[in-house]
């Protein structure tokens, strides 16, 4: 079964729109994001099993996608902002050293949208050491994001891609890799 027809079997809202980027031909469309209620419940926990963030008081969520607002942006950002973090919507281009002058990778993380240069969004999360994280599963396994979240048959999966996460400089607890599925 599609990822499409999955989400819409779990009544996920189906987004329109098929968003083809250049780095691979990997189709990635904003209906195979995961719930953005549950992933901001899943992301909060997965912080805690990160050595970097779990002591944070205050951690900025970045939220990268292909402009800094609209529906899907906005609904994230929102999720985000109920569970206690701090989003700033952004754009690739966005991505500079002004933006994170006072950040850290013990206080940023960076979601990352669908459709946005990622070759951008690693260079960046690769050089500030910032974990990157996302709603759509099939970012981690092609190795655009670190962590990525979906919901399975009504259960919580998390996708670990291991060579992005060491790219990032962040460790996450043996705990939760036993948890994930990890892409090495």
Same mark, same amino acid.
Not at 115 to 139: H, P, R
Not at 153 to 167: A, D, F, H, Q, S
């Given at each position: 079964?599609?990822?499409?027809?999955?989400?819409? =079997?779990?009544?996920? +809202?189906?987004?329109?729109?098929?968003?083809?980027?250049?780095?691979?031909?990997?189709? $990635? &469309?904003?209906?195979?994001?995961?719930? +953005?209620?549950? *992933?901001?419940?899943?992301?909060?926990?997965?912080?805690?099993?990160?050595?970097?963030? =779990?002591?944070?008081?205050?951690?900025?969520?970045?939220?990268?996608?292909?402009?800094?607002?609209?529906?899907?942006?906005?609904? $994230?950002?929102? /999720?985000?902002?109920?569970?206690?973090?701090?989003?700033?919507?952004?754009?690739? &281009?966005?991505?500079?050293?002004?933006?994170?002058?006072?950040?850290?990778? *013990? #206080?940023?993380?960076?979601?990352?949208? +669908?459709?946005?240069?990622?070759?951008?969004?690693?260079?960046?999360?690769?050089?500030?050491?910032? %974990?990157?994280?996302?709603?759509?599963? #099939? %970012?981690?396994?092609?190795?655009?994001?670190?962590? &990525?979240?979906?919901?399975?048959?009504?259960?919580?999966?998390?996708? /670990?891609?291991? +060579?992005?996460?060491?790219?990032? =400089?962040?460790? %996450?607890? #043996?705990?939760?890799?036993?948890?994930?599925?990890?892409?090495?």
């Amino acid at each position: 079964m599609s990822t499409i027809a999955r989400n819409l =079997r779990h009544g996920f +809202p189906a987004i329109a729109g098929v968003i083809v980027f250049s780095a691979s031909t990997l189709v $990635v &469309s904003a209906a195979e994001m995961a719930d +953005p209620g549950r *992933q901001g419940d899943m992301f909060k926990r997965i912080f805690s099993y990160d050595k970097d963030l =779990r002591a944070s008081d205050k951690i900025v969520i970045i939220v990268v996608g292909e402009t800094r607002g609209g529906p899907a942006i906005d609904k $994230v950002a929102a /999720v985000f902002r109920e569970r206690g973090f701090f989003p700033a919507m952004v754009t690739a &281009s966005d991505l500079s050293d002004d933006l994170t002058s006072s950040l850290t990778p *013990q #206080s940023a993380v960076m979601y990352v949208m +669908p459709g946005v240069a990622y070759d951008a969004v690693k260079q960046f999360a690769e050089a500030k050491g910032i %974990l990157s994280i996302s709603g759509v599963t #099939s %970012l981690a396994e092609a190795g655009h994001v670190a962590v &990525s979240v979906d919901v399975q048959g009504g259960k919580p999966e998390i996708v /670990v891609n291991m +060579p992005r996460l060491t790219t990032e =400089r962040h460790e %996450l607890s #043996s705990e939760l890799l036993n948890l994930a599925r990890v892409i090495r």
